[in-house]
């Protein structure tokens, strides 16, 4: 689980993702979209690894957002579904 707020740390939107258990990861925001008119974020560690983390994504704003966790296996495989279409169009 990462802090529900985040702020972008430059134009190269790098995010620092905190988890609970203390861990933390730089990453780079892949891109913002959109399924079923809600707005989600996909984000790529800076390590290297091949790991991506999907979060619900919300502006509370101008230079702050929210990720939210999706917490519904279905609705995260959905929005997992439509994310690797849109990689795949690229």
């Known amino acids: 689980m ?3 707020k985040q702020s972008v740390q430059d134009e190269a939107a790098i995010i620092t993702l905190e988890f609970d258990d203390g861990e933390v990861i730089e990453c780079e925001e892949m891109g913002i979209f959109d399924y079923d008119g809600k707005d989600y ?3 790529i560690p800076l390590d290297g690894s091949d790991d991506v983390y999907i ?3 919300k502006e509370v704003g101008e230079d702050e957002f ?3 966790d999706i917490e519904d296996d279905s609705l995260f495989a959905k929005v997992v579904e439509e994310f690797d279409t849109i990689m795949d169009g690229e």
Do not use: N, P, Q
């Open 55 to 57: 979060y619900g994504y």
């Open 66 to 68: 929210e990720l939210v």
């Open 2 to 4: 990462s802090d529900k």
């Open 41 to 43: 974020i996909a984000l």
